[in-house]
């Protein structure tokens, strides 16, 4: 049986690196799914399994510190979607969108979004 270390729920971003090893590597693959579930059901208000009611948080704001503040910019090609998978792909970026979840961005940082099967 898998053994969980609790998250305190006072603040996600308490969240300690030995927790989350804790989590990592305490989960057999025969238990994987259980333990997700129960994680999912222990934490609804820190974990949101339905996009729709994923909002903006006003509590933090995302910084990112570059080691060299003087690197240039990395600004990738934008890389082809396979027809398959761009329909899906501008549906979930609308959603994304319209749920505030992302935003444009006129950043000289740029990656390609890289999909992957489940």
Do not use: G
């Not at 994923?54 to 910084?63: A, P």
Request: proline share 7%; charged share 25%.
């Amino acid at each position: 049986q898998p053994t969980i270390k609790p998250i305190r729920t006072a603040a996600l971003a308490e969240l300690i690196p030995e927790d989350i090893t804790e989590l990592q590597f305490n989960i057999s693959e025969a238990a994987e799914s259980q333990t997700i579930h129960r994680i999912l059901d222990q934490y609804p208000n820190l974990i949101c399994t339905d996009l729709k009611k994923v909002r903006r948080t006003k509590t933090t704001q995302h910084e990112i510190n570059l080691v060299n503040p003087n690197a240039a910019a990395i600004n990738q090609k934008i890389a082809k979607v396979p027809i398959a998978q761009r329909i899906w792909l501008e549906e979930e970026l609308d959603k994304m969108l319209d749920n505030k979840i992302i935003s444009h961005s006129d950043s000289p940082w740029s990656f390609c979004i890289i999909l992957r099967p489940e």
